[in-house]
C-alpha cells in the first residue's frame, strides 16, 4: 500500500509538473466553461429565480462537457513516446496509474470549477458566499466521480480507432447520474432557504466509492495492449 | 559498470502464444535463457520479435503458455530495464528531471546521485537541464538507456536499439552494451540484421511467425541466423 500510495504521488508531481509547464488542459476547459456561461446568460438573460432553478444544470453541463476535452488527452498523452509501457515496467502496481491521473483529473477540474465559480455567480446574479463548504463538497465529489469514470474511459478509448469520439459517446451516459445528483444539490444550495441534501452526497461519495474499487480491481486489463 | 545488485534472472517461456486477430504473433513458444546471458534474436519483420520483447517486459500478456523468471529476485518484483523503438521518455521534461522522475518510481535510493551519474555515463551531462523536445534522436535514446539502467535492472530488454542512430551513437551503444554484459546482466535484443551489436551475443534465435526456427551459440552457424533477417 505503501508503494502504491509513493508510486501514485509521484505519477501526480508528474502530471501538475508538465501541465503547469504547458497549461493545455487547463487553457481549454477554463476557456470552453467561461464561453458556454457567457453565451448562455447573454441568451437567455434569466432572473435570480431562473438562475437558482436552471443555472445549476447549465453549470454542470458545461463541467461535463470541459471534463471531456480534459479527459481525452490524459492516456493520448502517453501514446507519444511510449511512456505508458515505461511506467507500467516501472510501477509494481499499475492502479497507481490511475490513482495519479484520478487525482491530477480531479485537481484540475476543481481549479476549472473554482475559476468559473465567481463569473457564473456573476452573471448569474446568483450568491453562493454561505454555502461555500457545501459547494465545494459538491463541486469534489462529482469532480472526482467524473475523473474516476473518465481516467478508466480515457484508457479504453486511447486504444481504438475512433477515439475522439468514443469518449464522450461512453462518457456522457455513464455519467448521466452524477450530472443529475450534483445539478440536484446545486439548485439546493442556491436556494434562498439553502440546505444540504445529505442524500444526494452519500449517492455521489457511493458512485465515487464503487467506481474506484472496480478500477482499482480491473485496471489492469484496461492498460493492456 | 556495476553487476545488478540483486544478480541477473533468466526467462522461462513454456508454450507461449499471442495473436492479433487471426495473426500468431508468439506462436507455441518455448525459450529458456538463464541469467547472465547475452541473446540476439533475429528475424523478418512480424516475425514475433517486439512481442516476446514485450511479453517478457510484461507489457503483453500471452493468449496462453506461462513466463517465468528465475534467479535473482525473480519472486518479488524483478526489475527490468526496456528500451524500444519509441524512447518512453517525457518530452515536456528535462533530461533530468525525467531520469529523477523514474527513479523515483522505481524506488533508486538517491535519486538525484543517481541520475547524475547515469548523466554523465551516457554523455548527457551538458544538457541536464534541457527539456527533450531539442534533443536529437541519438540524444533521446542515450537517455532512453539511461533511463532503463536507472534501477539496475536484472534483465534488460532492447528492442532495436540502434534505429534512427547516426555511425558514433551506434558505436557508443555497442560498447555500452557490451560492458553491461560483461557485467553479468541477463540482455536479450532484437536487431535486424548482422552488426558490431550482434557479435555482443553469445547466443542468437532466429524467429519465424512467432515460433524459433533456429537456435545457436557462438560458432560457425552463427552468421547464418543474422542472415536473410532484414525484409
Same mark, same amino acid.
Given at each position: 500500500?505503501?508503494?502504491?500510495?509513493?508510486?501514485?504521488?509521484?505519477?501526480?508531481?508528474?502530471?501538475?509538473?508538465?501541465?503547469?509547464?504547458?497549461?493545455?488542459?487547463?487553457?481549454?476547459?477554463?476557456?470552453?466553461?467561461?464561453?458556454?456561461?457567457?453565451?448562455?446568460?447573454?441568451?437567455?438573460?434569466?432572473?435570480?429565480?431562473?438562475?437558482?432553478?436552471?443555472?445549476?444544470?447549465?453549470?454542470?453541463?458545461?463541467?461535463?462537457?470541459?471534463?471531456?476535452?480534459?479527459?481525452?488527452?490524459?492516456?493520448?498523452?502517453?501514446?507519444?513516446?511510449?511512456?505508458?509501457?515505461?511506467?507500467?515496467?516501472?510501477?509494481?502496481?499499475?492502479?497507481?496509474?490511475?490513482?495519479?491521473?484520478?487525482?491530477?483529473?480531479?485537481?484540475?477540474?476543481?481549479?476549472?470549477?473554482?475559476?468559473?465559480?465567481?463569473?457564473?455567480?456573476?452573471?448569474?446574479?446568483?450568491?453562493?458566499?454561505?454555502?461555500?463548504?457545501?459547494?465545494?463538497?459538491?463541486?469534489?465529489?462529482?469532480?472526482?466521480?467524473?475523473?474516476?469514470?473518465?481516467?478508466?474511459? $480515457?484508457?479504453?478509448?486511447?486504444? $481504438?480507432?475512433?477515439?475522439?469520439?468514443?469518449?464522450?459517446?461512453?462518457?456522457?451516459?455513464?455519467?448521466?447520474?452524477?450530472?443529475?445528483?450534483?445539478?440536484?444539490?446545486?439548485?439546493?444550495?442556491?436556494?434562498?432557504?439553502?440546505?444540504?441534501?445529505?442524500?444526494?452526497?452519500?449517492?455521489?461519495?457511493?458512485?465515487?466509492?464503487?467506481?474506484?474499487?472496480?478500477?482499482?480491481?480491473?485496471?489492469?486489463?484496461?492498460?493492456?495492449? | 559498470?556495476?553487476?545488478?545488485?540483486?544478480?541477473?534472472?533468466?526467462?522461462?517461456?513454456?508454450?507461449?502464444?499471442?495473436?492479433?486477430?487471426?495473426?500468431?504473433?508468439?506462436?507455441?513458444?518455448?525459450?529458456?535463457?538463464?541469467?547472465?546471458?547475452?541473446?540476439?534474436?533475429?528475424?523478418?519483420?512480424?516475425?514475433?520479435?517486439?512481442?516476446?520483447?514485450?511479453?517478457?517486459?510484461?507489457?503483453?500478456?500471452?493468449?496462453?503458455?506461462?513466463?517465468?523468471?528465475?534467479?535473482?529476485?525473480?519472486?518479488?518484483?524483478?526489475?527490468?530495464?526496456?528500451?524500444?523503438?519509441?524512447?518512453?521518455?517525457?518530452?515536456?521534461?528535462?533530461?533530468?528531471?525525467?531520469?529523477?522522475?523514474?527513479?523515483?518510481?522505481?524506488?533508486?535510493?538517491?535519486?538525484?546521485?543517481?541520475?547524475?551519474?547515469?548523466?554523465?555515463?551516457?554523455?548527457?551531462?551538458?544538457?541536464?537541464?534541457?527539456?527533450?523536445?531539442?534533443?536529437?534522436?541519438?540524444?533521446?535514446?542515450?537517455?532512453?538507456?539511461?533511463?532503463?539502467?536507472?534501477?539496475?535492472?536484472?534483465?534488460?530488454?532492447?528492442?532495436?536499439?540502434?534505429?534512427?542512430?547516426?555511425?558514433?551513437?551506434? @558505436?557508443?551503444?555497442?560498447?555500452?552494451?557490451?560492458?553491461?554484459?560483461?557485467?553479468?546482466?541477463?540482455?536479450?535484443?532484437?536487431?535486424?540484421?548482422?552488426?558490431?551489436? @550482434?557479435?555482443?551475443?553469445?547466443? @542468437?534465435?532466429?524467429?519465424?511467425?512467432?515460433?524459433?526456427?533456429?537456435?545457436?551459440?557462438?560458432?560457425?552457424?552463427?552468421?547464418?541466423?543474422?542472415?536473410?533477417?532484414?525484409?
Amino acid at each position: 500500500m505503501a508503494a502504491l500510495l509513493s508510486n501514485a504521488a509521484v505519477l501526480l508531481g508528474k502530471e501538475v509538473r508538465t501541465e503547469f509547464r504547458s497549461r493545455e488542459l487547463l487553457s481549454t476547459t477554463v476557456v470552453f466553461v467561461l464561453i458556454v456561461v457567457v453565451v448562455f446568460s447573454f441568451t437567455f438573460d434569466p432572473t435570480t429565480n431562473e438562475s437558482r432553478r436552471f443555472g445549476p444544470g447549465l453549470l454542470w453541463m458545461a463541467f461535463l462537457f470541459a471534463a471531456s476535452l480534459m479527459l481525452q488527452p490524459c492516456f493520448l498523452r502517453e501514446q507519444v513516446n511510449d511512456t505508458l509501457s515505461a511506467l507500467r515496467v516501472a510501477v509494481q502496481d499499475p492502479f497507481a496509474i490511475f490513482l495519479a491521473k484520478i487525482a491530477a483529473n480531479t485537481l484540475f477540474l476543481l481549479v476549472t470549477e473554482l475559476l468559473m465559480l465567481p463569473v457564473f455567480a456573476a452573471l448569474f446574479n446568483v450568491s453562493f458566499r454561505a454555502q461555500l463548504p457545501g459547494i465545494l463538497l459538491t463541486f469534489f465529489l462529482g469532480s472526482m466521480g467524473i475523473s474516476v469514470v473518465g481516467t478508466a474511459l $480515457a484508457a479504453i478509448s486511447a486504444q $481504438a480507432r475512433m477515439r475522439e469520439l468514443l469518449l464522450p459517446l461512453l462518457l456522457l451516459p455513464l455519467l448521466t447520474p452524477i450530472l443529475v445528483v450534483c445539478t440536484e444539490v446545486t439548485i439546493r444550495l442556491m436556494q434562498p432557504d439553502p440546505a444540504m441534501e445529505w442524500k444526494g452526497i452519500g449517492l455521489l461519495a457511493g458512485f465515487d466509492l464503487v467506481f474506484l474499487t472496480v478500477l482499482w480491481l480491473f485496471g489492469e486489463y484496461l492498460l493492456e495492449e | 559498470m556495476p553487476a545488478p545488485p540483486e544478480g541477473p534472472i533468466g526467462l522461462q517461456f513454456d508454450q507461449v502464444e499471442k495473436r492479433y486477430g487471426a495473426v500468431y504473433a508468439l506462436h507455441n513458444l518455448t525459450l529458456s535463457v538463464p541469467a547472465g546471458e547475452c541473446v540476439a534474436i533475429a528475424g523478418r519483420n512480424g516475425s514475433g520479435k517486439t512481442t516476446l520483447l514485450r511479453v517478457a517486459a510484461r507489457l503483453v500478456r500471452p493468449r496462453k503458455g506461462t513466463i517465468s523468471y528465475s534467479g535473482g529476485a525473480a519472486d518479488r518484483f524483478p526489475r527490468i530495464g526496456y528500451v524500444a523503438h519509441a524512447t518512453m521518455v517525457y518530452d515536456e521534461l528535462t533530461a533530468e528531471e525525467n531520469l529523477l522522475f523514474f527513479a523515483k518510481l522505481q524506488g533508486v535510493e538517491n535519486p538525484a546521485k543517481r541520475a547524475a551519474e547515469l548523466l554523465g555515463e551516457v554523455g548527457l551531462e551538458d544538457r541536464t537541464n534541457s527539456l527533450l523536445r531539442t534533443f536529437s534522436r541519438g540524444m533521446r535514446q542515450r537517455l532512453a538507456i539511461a533511463r532503463a539502467l536507472l534501477a539496475q535492472p536484472s534483465l534488460l530488454l532492447f528492442d532495436e536499439p540502434g534505429t534512427g542512430l547516426d555511425a558514433e551513437s551506434g @558505436a557508443w551503444l555497442t560498447a555500452h552494451i557490451g560492458k553491461l554484459r560483461d557485467s553479468g546482466s541477463t540482455i536479450l535484443m532484437s536487431l535486424h540484421g548482422e552488426s558490431e551489436m @550482434a557479435r555482443l551475443a553469445t547466443r @542468437a534465435i532466429r524467429l519465424e511467425a512467432g515460433s524459433v526456427i533456429a537456435d545457436t551459440r557462438r560458432g560457425a552457424m552463427f552468421q547464418s541466423i543474422f542472415a536473410g533477417a532484414a525484409s
